[in-house]
């Protein structure tokens, strides 16, 4: 290899480096998934922990599993149950956040296959930073909490 195809390869690693050891400060803890029978539609659960110091933000999520996957949020307002959308979600340093069932999580809609309990789904959560996270979520039954 001639010297500056190696200078140019060295210095494409060291520009990636920052946003490599930034995902990697976001630990991702116990992801799983339930979808309701007949449904196109999945949930997905995890606990996010930035070991980090410096805030993270999600800003979004991909899966190739799903035509469309987005960050939600349950709550209740006058008794009534309402989900919107999140645009981002951020995680301060040293803090954890929970995508729990009646909570943030996130959706799934026009599933490209039937999922089964026990199977994985993969989804990658999408940085602020340009990085991204890889995920792999167990598909757990419909009354799983």
């Given at each position: 290899?001639?010297?500056?195809?190696?200078?140019?390869?060295?210095?494409?690693?060291?520009?990636?480096?920052?946003r490599?050891?930034?995902?990697?400060e976001?630990v991702?803890?116990?992801?799983w998934?339930?979808?309701?029978?007949?449904?196109?539609?999945?949930?997905?659960?995890?606990?996010?922990?930035?070991?980090?110091s410096?805030?993270?933000?999600?800003?979004?999520?991909?899966?190739?599993?799903?035509?469309?996957?987005?960050?939600?949020?349950?709550?209740?307002?006058?008794?009534?149950?309402?989900?919107?959308?999140?645009?981002?979600?951020?995680?301060?340093?040293?803090?954890?956040?929970?995508?729990?069932?009646?909570?943030?999580h996130?959706?799934?809609?026009?599933l490209?296959?039937?999922?089964?309990?026990?199977?994985?789904?993969?989804?990658?959560?999408?940085?602020?930073?340009?990085?991204?996270?890889?995920?792999?979520?167990?598909?757990?039954?419909?009354?799983?909490?």
């Amino acid at each position: 290899m001639k010297f500056s195809a190696a200078l140019a390869l060295l210095l494409s690693c060291l520009a990636w480096a920052p946003r490599i050891a930034a995902a990697e400060e976001l630990v991702v803890e116990n992801a799983w998934a339930r979808k309701a029978p007949g449904s196109d539609v999945a949930a997905v659960y995890f606990v996010l922990r930035n070991a980090g110091s410096e805030p993270r933000v999600v800003t979004g999520v991909e899966s190739p599993s799903a035509a469309h996957a987005m960050i939600h949020e349950t709550s209740v307002a006058d008794g009534q149950s309402r989900m919107r959308a999140r645009d981002s979600v951020s995680i301060a340093a040293g803090e954890t956040v929970a995508f729990e069932p009646g909570g943030l999580h996130v959706m799934l809609h026009g599933l490209r296959t039937e999922i089964q309990v026990g199977q994985h789904v993969p989804l990658s959560l999408l940085l602020a930073d340009g990085s991204r996270i890889e995920v792999s979520a167990i598909v757990r039954p419909l009354s799983a909490q």
